[in-house]
């Protein structure tokens, strides 16, 4: 009963390899989609955000302005850190359910749980397997600028926000390079899930 962490960088290739795993018949565990479930209206979460940043923060439905909150946090590493103690204790009482429940459901499963801020919020959770999602910086901002319309300074500050690459990658059992073509890519999904498939899943050393 592998679980597995899948991390990376802003444009890294993250949700490449997560679909790629996906399409093996892995279980996927959404961290950014738990977090949107866990910010919606009516929820503890988003009362608490409300409570600790201001109501202006929610839209006339009640729900959550992304955007404003984003500008809130997003220049304030004072600010990050007050919402993070409020959003990871949730997501991860959340997650934990979910991989419990897909292994009630299949003992044998591959769960992934596919998580950007695992450096950030959770590396010494007691996973099988850490796989990280890596490309050069460089490489990263042109895909932001490129796919999502950002321009290189907005895009640079996305990418240097986050947890350096060295940080990730000295927690990684497994790299998958996602530099080169989405082909390569796939080659190293395919493989990662044949020795997940064989349950030659090594834990960190």
């Known amino acids: 009963m592998p679980l597995v962490a899948l991390?990376?960088?802003?444009?890294?290739?993250?949700?490449?390899i997560a679909r790629g795993l996906a399409a093996h018949g892995a279980v996927i565990v959404d961290a950014d989609a738990l977090?949107?479930?866990?910010q919606q209206p009516g929820m503890p979460v988003l009362a608490a955000i409300a409570a600790e940043f201001g109501e202006h923060l929610l839209l006339p439905d009640g729900s959550l302005d992304?955007?404003?909150?984003?500008?809130?946090?997003f220049h304030d590493p004072g600010a990050r850190h007050r919402l993070n103690a409020i959003v990871h204790p949730?997501?991860?009482?959340?997650?934990?359910?979910?991989?419990?429940?897909?292994?009630?459901?299949d003992p044998a499963a591959v769960v992934v749980y596919d998580v950007p801020l695992l450096v950030e919020a959770r590396p010494d959770d007691p996973w099988d397997l850490v796989v990280v999602a890596h490309a050069p910086a460089d490489i990263r901002v042109a895909r932001l600028m490129e796919l999502r319309g950002m321009d290189e300074a907005d895009a640079r500050a996305r990418v240097t926000s986050q947890a350096s690459d060295e940080r990730r990658l000295a927690i990684a059992d497994v790299v998958i390079?996602?530099?080169?073509e989405l082909s390569a890519t796939i080659e190293q999904v395919d493989?990662?899930?044949?020795?997940?498939?064989?349950?030659r899943v090594g834990g960190r050393s």
Do not use: C, M
């Open 35 to 38: 977090v949107r479930e866990l």
């Open 7 to 16: 991390t990376g960088g802003i444009a890294s290739g993250k949700s490449t």
């Open 177 to 180: 390079d996602t530099a080169g």
């Open 191 to 199: 493989a990662l899930w044949e020795r997940l498939a064989e349950q």
């Open 66 to 73: 992304r955007g404003a909150l984003g500008a809130v946090i």
């Open 90 to 105: 949730a997501v991860a009482e959340e997650s934990g359910r979910r991989f419990r429940a897909a292994f009630a459901v």
